[in-house]
């Protein structure tokens, strides 16, 4: 499993476009880069998922490069409720993967009013 | 429907004593996967086990274990428990053994003391 490597901490102000981008160098062919979200006191709550060039859903977008050695997550227009850690996952999401998945520290994201 | 459900929510013991963790994870999910987290790190994964069966483990010792249940509900067992036991413990559930996306429960807060 590729290690990531991810800003410590990140301060924005409620309603701009926050972008956190995760280096992932040794990221293999069957790898798939994942990120979490996870408030104090509960588990992770998946975000987004993407292989290559853009995804888009609902809360979040994924930009990826062609060289796929990083990868940047956009959430627009941030609230106070986006004040959470935010962790980038590298791994192989196939078939006979044994559901072990690889957190780093993660970013703590700190919105302000 | 309800999301993973994790019993109990806190739990205080004593050095040397053992604990069991309870997970019932999402109804037609039939992995679950059991992560440690401690105050200021990112999850770090134990078990994970698909159909009864353990299909991955992590870097813990023996004193470690765990179990699946026909109703796919599972439990963590932590013997002869150490003062760095002390931790956040989490179960995700999937519906197959491939980890596209992993549903966290909020996790038993224990403490050893």
């Known amino acids: 499993l590729a290690k990531t490597t991810q800003p410590i901490s990140m301060d924005s102000y409620e309603g701009q476009e926050v972008n956190i981008t995760c280096s992932h160098n040794n990221i293999a062919t069957n790898d798939y880069i994942t990120w979490y979200q996870q408030f104090p006191s509960q588990g992770p709550r998946f975000i987004i998922q993407g292989y290559k060039t853009k995804v888009t859903n609902e809360v979040a977008s994924l930009f990826i490069p062609a060289d796929r050695k990083s990868s940047t997550l956009s959430l627009p227009r941030v609230s106070l409720s986006d004040t959470a850690v935010y962790y980038c996952l590298v791994g192989d999401m196939g078939s006979g993967n044994t559901g072990k998945l690889i957190f780093g520290q993660g970013t703590t994201l700190q919105v302000k009013p | 429907d309800a999301g993973v459900t994790q019993s109990p929510t806190h739990l205080i013991k004593t050095r040397g004593q053992q604990v069991t963790l309870r997970c019932s994870p999402i109804s037609g999910h039939k992995s679950v996967s059991w992560y440690q987290q401690v105050l200021g790190q990112g999850p770090q994964f134990i078990f994970q086990y698909y159909e009864k069966e353990e299909r991955g483990r992590g870097n813990f010792p023996d004193r470690f274990s765990a179990r699946q249940f026909p109703n796919y509900s599972s439990e963590l067992n932590v013997n002869a428990l150490l003062l760095g036991d002390s931790a956040l413990y989490l179960c995700?559930?999937?519906?197959?053994?491939?980890?596209?996306?992993?549903?966290f429960g909020s996790g038993t807060q224990l403490s050893v003391l």
């Open positions: 995700a559930s999937s519906l197959w053994r491939n980890n596209e996306k992993l549903f």
